[in-house]
């Protein structure tokens, strides 16, 4: 006699039989890619800590929205570098900043793709924290998030269609919420980095993004990643507080918080693959040991499987193209 268990593993021999019983699918309209768009970069120019990822002009970042639109990406998310930083991070509310811009060239060269875009000061902070500083060096949260509102609204202003807040300010949701509405953007969503661990896999991204802090950490305003419990009750205040869809970054170790945000928010949850874990594959790929496609496949596959409706991630633009191949 054969068990059910045997005659499954039998039957998926066949990729009709495969197909109909899979029960988690890659889809390149999940997919987000995210873009570095810097006011000091002429062209293009590479990030030594994450090779294949470049730091862009506003033209280029354009280029890479069209190839994002040709393989039929969920969204891009912007990220912008300034060429100054100053105490407050004033650049990040500038109308005439790289993101702003960036958002403005996309939604018109393509209008049907989805632009997204980080709401953080610590990019554009000459201390690279995420918001601003009292005099004993720790951040004033509630001081912060006036700016925090300001900065979403200037990027809903020049046309983005969803803002991410990724700086983990307490009332940050409500306070963006509150200014969006007021300003006439009551349709543009929040997607909340709800759940945003002080994490070493961001290490790669803050020499993209040249934004380490020049002292401490942020442990004193993002999670402890011993806590799930806290992460879900994070969660759950940003969606009292309006946040439209949840965030959890980074992702590969984090599978049982996405699981639990999402049960217990029941909003659409974005898994952030951050700039440690793209790194990571990379280097291990360049050692032979191991295939790209088939560990980013797995990679992105498991995320989903853990309760991810939208991936982000630096491998998206190769995963589409993966996808388009069968
Ligand atoms: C903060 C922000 C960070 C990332 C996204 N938004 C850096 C941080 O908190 O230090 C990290 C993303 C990545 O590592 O790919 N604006």
Redesign the pocket.
């Known amino acids: 006699m054969a068990f059910p268990t045997t005659r499954m593993r039998r039957l998926r021999a066949s990729p009709a039989m495969r197909g109909l019983v899979r029960e988690t699918e890659l889809r390149a309209d999940r997919l987000v890619l ?1 873009l570095f768009v810097s006011e000091t970069t002429s062209a293009r120019e590479p990030i030594e800590a994450m090779p294949g990822i470049e730091r862009l002009s506003i033209a280029a970042a354009v280029q890479e929205a069209t190839e994002a639109a040709a393989l039929g990406l969920g969204a891009v998310l912007l990220f912008g570098i300034p060429a100054e930083k100053d105490r407050e991070g004033s650049g990040a509310w500038d109308e005439d900043g790289a993101v702003q811009l960036a958002i403005a060239a996309v939604k018109q060269a393509f209008p049907e793709l989805l632009v997204i875009t ?1 709401v ?1 000061l ?2 554009y902070t000459d201390h690279g924290h ?1 918001g601003v500083l009292r005099p004993d060096g720790g951040v004033d949260n509630d001081a912060t998030l006036e700016l925090l509102a300001r900065t979403a609204v200037s990027h809903a202003r020049a046309g983005a269609d969803i803002v991410a807040p ?1 700086d983990m300010m307490d009332g940050r949701v409500g306070s963006i919420r509150t200014e969006l509405d007021a300003e006439g953007f009551v349709e543009t969503p929040i997607m909340a980095y709800a759940a ?1 661990f002080a994490s070493t ?2 290490g ?3 020499e993209a993004a040249d ?1 380490a802090p020049e002292f401490g950490d ?1 442990r004193s305003y993002q999670l402890d990643p011993g806590n799930g419990r806290e992460a879900v009750r994070e969660a759950l205040l940003d969606a009292s507080e309006g946040a439209d869809m949840m965030m959890v970054k980074p992702a590969l170790a984090y599978g049982d918080v996405i699981r639990a945000v999402k049960r217990a928010t029941r909003l659409p949850v974005a898994a ?1 693959n ?3 874990e793209y790194a990571m594959v990379k280097s291990a790929v360049a050692t032979g040991y191991m295939d790209e496609r088939a560990t980013v496949t797995e990679i992105l596959t498991s995320l989903h499987r853990a309760g991810a409706d939208i991936v982000i991630s630096y491998h998206s633009k190769d995963a589409a193209r993966w996808l388009s191949q069968g």
């Open positions: 995210p980080d953080c610590c990019e995420c990724s945003k896999f961001y790669p991204f803050r934004c942020r952030y951050v700039s440690g």
